[in-house]
């Protein structure tokens, strides 16, 4: 039977992930499939046929590693999903800059290499708004990310300064919509529409992820939605699996939060065919090798 590997961590502990709905369908197309550890230095990576990040969630503490691991599967005889090249960029938020310049509809962004109190204040006036999201230019799961209102700054500035002292990261206006409707994820299999969700924050946070209290809903996406997230597939090279993340502004359009090709959850739990179809996609993309 053919093997393929869902790169992952350590330990999931403390995660939700669904990865192992793929575990019968795959298998079903002849696959054996198992989790193995990015860390774990004793796998022969050509035992696989392939290799499919998926839960390495803790790569952002040590991405220089992560990415040498990366380039040793590349290298061996497994096929490696998603494109190495792709990954990497993608793996760096300043990729938000590049589709930016393509046309694709992002937040207003502000770069910086490491934090200045003073520089911090002045985006406010920068971004004409009272409220910022700073996050990290690596990272994952909102991690480190923190959400800013202009006459609180001085409250939180020695912690942000730590966090970012010598940390590349991102400044955005806070879009108010995504506390009152929610961030919309689109994915793609194969660049083939697979499902939508809608993830709204907790009470009293602002972050959609299920690790910090995020809700979950599974939802039809409306036309626009589906064209701005189709518009930053057109950008890229087609890839096995993409999530597109996407937040309604005020001006009712929508922009690009994030586009996940490296380790996104997928949500099979959400979609009741969709590990069905990955799977299917993912043999079909194999057989064609």
């Given at each position: 039977?053919?093997?393929?590997a869902f790169?992952?961590?350590?330990?999931l502990?403390g995660?939700?992930?669904y990865d192992?709905?793929?575990?019968?369908p795959?298998n079903?197309l002849?696959?054996?499939a198992?989790?193995?550890?990015?860390?774990?230095?004793?796998?022969?990576?050509?035992?696989?046929?392939?290799?499919?990040?998926?839960s390495?969630?803790d790569?952002?503490?040590?991405?220089?590693?992560?990415v040498?691991?990366?380039?040793?599967?590349?290298?061996?005889?497994?096929?490696?999903f998603?494109d190495?090249e792709i990954?990497?960029?993608?793996m760096?938020k300043?990729?938000l800059?590049?589709?930016g310049?393509?046309?694709i509809?992002?937040?207003?962004?502000?770069?910086f290499?490491?934090?200045?109190?003073?520089?911090?204040?002045?985006s406010f006036?920068?971004?004409?708004?009272?409220?910022?999201?700073i996050?990290?230019l690596?990272s994952a799961s909102?991690f480190?990310?923190f959400?800013?209102?202009?006459?609180?700054?001085?409250?939180?500035?020695?912690?942000?300064t730590s966090?970012?002292?010598n940390?590349?990261?991102?400044?955005?206006?806070?879009?108010?919509n995504?506390?009152?409707?929610?961030e919309?994820?689109l994915?793609y299999?194969?660049g083939?529409y697979?499902?939508?969700?809608?993830?709204?924050?907790?009470e009293?946070?602002f972050?959609?992820?299920?690790?910090?209290?995020?809700?979950?809903?599974l939802?039809e996406?409306?036309?626009?939605?589906k064209?701005t997230?189709?518009?930053?597939?057109?950008?890229i090279?087609?890839?096995l699996?993409a999530?597109?993340?996407?937040?309604?502004?005020?001006?009712?359009?929508?922009v690009?939060?994030?586009l996940?090709?490296?380790?996104p959850?997928?949500?099979?739990?959400?979609?009741p065919?969709?590990?069905?179809?990955?799977?299917?996609?993912?043999?079909?993309?194999?057989?064609?090798?």
């Amino acid at each position: 039977m053919k093997k393929v590997a869902f790169l992952s961590m350590d330990s999931l502990n403390g995660f939700s992930c669904y990865d192992h709905m793929l575990f019968k369908p795959l298998n079903k197309l002849g696959w054996n499939a198992e989790e193995v550890s990015w860390k774990d230095k004793k796998i022969n990576w050509s035992e696989y046929d392939s290799v499919i990040v998926r839960s390495a969630w803790d790569y952002q503490d040590n991405p220089d590693e992560f990415v040498k691991v990366l380039e040793k599967i590349n290298k061996s005889k497994t096929v490696l999903f998603n494109d190495l090249e792709i990954m990497k960029w993608n793996m760096n938020k300043s990729y938000l800059f590049d589709l930016g310049n393509k046309g694709i509809p992002i937040p207003t962004s502000l770069y910086f290499e490491k934090y200045n109190s003073q520089a911090t204040a002045d985006s406010f006036y920068k971004l004409n708004c009272d409220e910022i999201v700073i996050k990290p230019l690596i990272s994952a799961s909102a991690f480190n990310t923190f959400r800013v209102r202009k006459n609180k700054l001085n409250e939180v500035d020695e912690i942000l300064t730590s966090t970012f002292f010598n940390r590349s990261f991102l400044i955005q206006p806070f879009l108010r919509n995504i506390v009152e409707e929610g961030e919309y994820s689109l994915f793609y299999f194969g660049g083939r529409y697979s499902h939508t969700i809608l993830k709204t924050p907790k009470e009293n946070d602002f972050r959609v992820q299920e690790e910090h209290g995020g809700i979950l809903k599974l939802v039809e996406p409306n036309r626009s939605m589906k064209k701005t997230a189709e518009q930053v597939l057109k950008s890229i090279p087609k890839l096995l699996y993409a999530r597109v993340d996407l937040a309604r502004t005020e001006e009712d359009n929508f922009v690009l939060m994030e586009l996940e090709l490296i380790e996104p959850s997928l949500y099979f739990n959400m979609a009741p065919d969709s590990a069905a179809f990955f799977a299917q996609v993912f043999d079909e993309w194999m057989s064609s090798e």
